[in-house]
């Protein structure tokens, strides 16, 4: 069974920068089109950004220019988050973009004004 986990999250403040990573257990991410998601408690996952396997990109427009989803050597993915704001605060999860795997825990992201 694939098990997802998420690293990288912290407290940051407004204008700063994270990077978060999603390692999988059981299987390759290279193999599979990937997605980061967030999500704030009492409100629907939101899919933030997304990477196929032909390393195309695809942001939410909430995010767009300064998100950057990538694929490292090692089969881990990466979320590189700049110029952060605190409506970016929220959990922020690994999956596929049609949610096939189970969820990992996520890690917080908070940023501070």
């Known amino acids: 069974q694939v098990q997802l986990v998420e690293s990288g999250g912290g407290l940051v403040q407004a204008g700063g920068s994270l990077t978060l990573s999603c390692a999988a257990s059981g299987s390759h991410l290279y193999l599979l089109d990937m997605a980061w998601y967030r999500q704030v408690p009492g409100h629907q996952r939101e899919l933030v950004a997304q990477?196929?396997?032909?390393?195309?990109t695809h942001y939410a427009d909430s995010v767009k220019g300064r998100f950057t989803i990538w694929r490292d050597h090692k089969d881990t993915l990466h979320l590189e988050m700049n110029s952060l704001k605190p409506e970016d605060t929220a959990r922020y999860y690994c999956?596929?973009?049609?949610?096939?795997?189970?969820w990992g825990q996520g890690t917080q992201v908070t940023v501070s004004s």
């Open positions: 990477l196929t396997i032909r390393s195309e």
């Open positions: 999956n596929t973009p049609l949610e096939h795997l189970n």
